[in-house]
């Protein structure tokens, strides 16, 4: 069974700039997660897809964060503009669906604002 | 008050101690109770769950849950080197199952 796939691994930008992180789920896997994981901290929820509708985005900065899971598989989290604090690893995860205990996470992608 | 806390460390032990690793939680709805371990660069994995109050057990790893006093904890025995990493708490529950970490800990079990 494939696991959760992200993309890019690694990205550099200056403040300012836009970047898009991409997230595959595992197949059939209902619910998506994007995390937000500064490094010392654990990882701190920014959105919650179950297929495709918002769960909970309660903690997403909307004035520079978006996410969308348009056909309820993939999933882009975009940050525009980006700010130094944004400096962080974005991890995708899934889970077959609301009240499925096991989460399955992907590598994450380590962003850097410059 | 976050509703997970938990003691950073770093924790270093020698090879084949039990280690304990302990969290806090203030969220009522919480009804399960998550172990991830961490290594660096990697992506957190699920160790252990456990539903509301109660011990489970899996090799060497114990989790217990105390809803009472909201405590969480994990225990290793004889730990190994490949048990470096860190270890986060995390709760779930509510009506859309968010899952909520604390800010891990790091373990480092030296040879």
């Known amino acids: 069974e494939a696991g959760v796939a992200q993309s890019p691994r690694y990205k550099i930008i200056e403040k300012r700039q836009s970047v898009a992180f991409w997230c595959n789920p595992i197949?059939?896997?209902?619910?998506l997660y994007w995390y937000q994981q500064i490094l010392g901290q654990g990882p701190k929820l920014l959105i919650q897809f179950q297929n495709n509708g918002v769960v909970d985005d309660s903690q997403l900065p909307k004035d520079r964060f978006s996410a969308e899971r348009l056909k309820g598989v993939d999933s882009t989290l975009k940050i525009q503009p980006a700010k130094l604090e944004d400096s962080a690893v974005y991890l995708c995860?899934?889970?077959?669906?609301?009240?499925?205990?096991?989460?399955?996470f992907g590598q994450g992608t380590r962003l850097t604002v410059v | 008050q976050k509703e997970v806390e938990q003691d950073p460390g770093p924790l270093s032990v020698p090879e084949g101690a039990i280690v304990s690793l302990n969290c806090t939680y203030s969220n009522s709805a919480f009804q399960y109770f998550m172990w991830y371990r961490q290594y660096s660069r990697k992506g957190p994995e699920l160790l252990m769950y456990?539903?509301?109050?109660g011990n489970k057990e899996d090799g060497r790893f114990t989790a217990q849950v105390d809803k009472s006093s909201k405590y969480i904890s994990l225990f290793i025995r004889d730990s190994q080197p490949s048990d470096s990493a860190t270890y986060l708490c995390a709760g779930s529950g509510g009506s859309n199952y968010k899952l909520t970490f604390g800010k891990g800990t790091l373990l480092t079990v030296n040879p």
């Open positions: 197949s059939g896997h209902a619910t």
């Open positions: 456990t539903y509301s109050s």
């Open positions: 995860a899934s889970s077959l669906g609301l009240g499925y205990t096991e989460a399955f």
